[in-house]
């Protein structure tokens, strides 16, 4: 598992391939990512139930969102159940739920009965035997893990500097670049105002008192980084694939803070949270010991396993709400999803799109040829959706973001400190490695979006969940503002155009840069791009 920001697109293959279960882990990929293989009839760990004979992943997601919606639309729940294509149909269908989401009581739920669906629905067997989730974190059977720990070297870091194209920003420069991304609408006001505070409070960078478990720890897009180098204490959990630990092992030990790592009783260090849930929450309690937990999800894994995975995080979540005092949430939310979003940026994105002038003029011939589907509004009629839902990314990907977006609206209403926050489109290794998608991010410019490189994204976000774990939310708010403050969507939300509408004129304009950028230069060559 390993979080590629908003994850690659999926194949024809992988979309119609039967659901994975679990999966057992191989280092078969040359990204040192891990493998998943179907495991035939019986499963493994949590996974989808078998229906009639078969583990059917749209047959479970699909009824997973028709229970969600249920609570607020009946005829939205019977549209998605009655879809004759549900892959294909999905994002405009979650585009409907999203807007359901609107109303606060809807929100709340939509997300209760989505997690209540999901609990319902994956199962998680073993030795032949079949449970529900709830009753899978208590199980026994599986092997022990022992505890093994490790020190950073560095001295920590004490003030928060964020790398940008070429430059370490800091203090009054960094501040400056803050009111930047505001004025562009690259980033929410509120994201200026909550990294500030960071800078304010640089005491805040180690996190004191608490231990923060990365599911995911080896992900691209997680904070293991920056919490390493401001001297935290982290609980990294990730798959037990050497390539992946040997990366985790060196970012802690160039960092300054410690880490408590699982190891298998031979010493091999990693543990899979979907084969070995018990497991894991049984070694969570010794690792994090009389510290406040914060459990962050940051793992990827590849169409059905990444729907696994969630709910084996999930149902991690529940059980240590509930047991745990003081423990905390955090989640990346991708840019490529649907959010309802404030009525200024609503206002901002359908005033760009009136102003067009001669655009207009010219986009007339295009618009009326694709009947309306090139250069469309980004919120039509009353519309207050953000809807960057891409297709390609395949519904097991929008399930498992669901289901991670239900857990923190149930959570944060239930008084539990959640930080949940919009990342910005990134260069991602699974994006560079796509042509086609690396071509939109370069002709993404042209439509006043920015593109991060990882490593401004990391310490962004990490600063991000460092802010939302010291100051808590006012109590009286949406449910949805939990995703829409100090959001940095890279501009996707304020632009003029819904952005599938000209994502195959963002590829094109782009092709050539991207044909001519070998797929390992391509971060590079964003830091050296100017802004425009």
């Known amino acids: 598992m390993s979080a590629t920001g908003a994850g690659p697109p999926t194949s024809r293959g992988q979309r119609d391939a039967p659901a994975p279960g679990a999966g057992r882990i191989t ?21 989808f139930p078998a229906i009639n004979g078969s583990r059917s992943t749209t047959a479970t997601a699909r009824a997973i969102v028709a229970d969600a919606a249920r609570v607020a639309d009946a005829g939205l729940a019977e549209r998605i159940e009655s879809t004759p294509n549900w892959r294909r149909d999905y994002p405009l269908l979650v585009r409907e739920l999203t807007e359901a989401c609107a109303v606060p009581r809807c929100s709340l739920a939509i997300s209760e009965a989505g997690l209540a669906s999901t609990r319902a629905r994956m199962v998680f067997e073993r030795g032949g035997q079949t449970l529900e989730l ?265 399930l498992a973001k669901r289901i991670q977006r239900w857990r923190g609206v149930t959570a944060s209403a239930g008084g539990f400190t959640v930080s949940f926050n919009v990342a910005p489109a990134t260069w991602t290794r699974s994006v560079t490695k796509n042509r086609v998608l690396a071509a939109a991010y370069y002709g993404a410019r042209h439509f006043g979006i920015e593109i991060f490189a990882p490593s401004t994204s990391r310490v962004l976000m990490a600063a991000l969940l460092v802010h939302d774990l010291h100051e808590p939310p006012p109590e009286e708010r949406h449910p949805e503002m939990l995703f829409s403050e100090g959001a940095a969507h890279g501009g996707l939300w304020r632009a003029a155009y819904q952005p599938r509408s000209v994502l195959g004129v963002a590829a094109l304009t782009g092709l050539s840069a991207a044909l001519r950028t070998p797929r390992s230069g391509a971060v590079a060559a964003n830091r050296r791009r100017p802004r425009p």
């Open 134 to 398: 709830e009753r899978a974190v208590s199980a026994d059977g599986g092997e022990s893990f022992q505890i093994g720990e490790i020190s950073g070297t560095a001295e920590p870091i004490t003030e928060l500097s964020v790398p940008y194209r070429g430059r370490e920003l800091r203090g009054p420069e960094l501040e400056a670049q803050l009111d930047a991304w505001v004025r562009s609408s690259v980033v929410e006001p509120s994201f200026a105002v909550a990294i500030g505070r960071v800078i304010e409070h640089p005491e805040w960078l180690a996190l004191p008192g608490r231990r923060v478990a990365l599911i995911g720890a080896g992900a691209e897009m997680g904070p293991l980084e920056p919490l390493s180098r401001w001297g935290a204490h982290v609980i990294p959990i990730d798959l037990p694939v050497e390539k992946i630990w040997n990366r985790i092992k060196y970012v802690i030990g160039e960092g300054a803070g410690r880490a408590t790592i699982p190891l298998t009783p031979d010493g091999t260090p990693g543990i899979d949270v979907v084969r070995s849930l018990p497991e894991t929450r049984s070694w969570l309690d010794e690792a994090a010991r009389g510290d406040q937990l914060v459990l962050g999800m940051y793992a990827y894994a590849d169409g059905g396993a990444h729907v696994c995975v969630t709910a084996a995080a999930d149902a991690l979540a529940t059980d240590l709400l509930e047991r745990r005092e003081g423990t905390a949430l955090a989640y990346l939310a991708t840019p490529t999803d649907a959010f309802v979003v404030p009525e200024d940026v609503v206002a901002e994105a359908r005033a760009a799109y009136a102003g067009r002038g001669l655009r207009r003029v010219l986009q007339a011939p295009l618009r009326a040829l694709s009947r309306g589907g090139l250069f469309a509004p980004a919120y039509p009629g009353t519309s207050t959706v953000a809807d960057v839902l891409v297709a390609q990314q395949g519904p097991n990907y929008a």
């Open 27 to 47: 280092p078969a990929r040359e990204d040192g990512r891990a493998a998943v293989r179907p495991l035939g009839a019986n499963g493994d760990g949590v996974c």
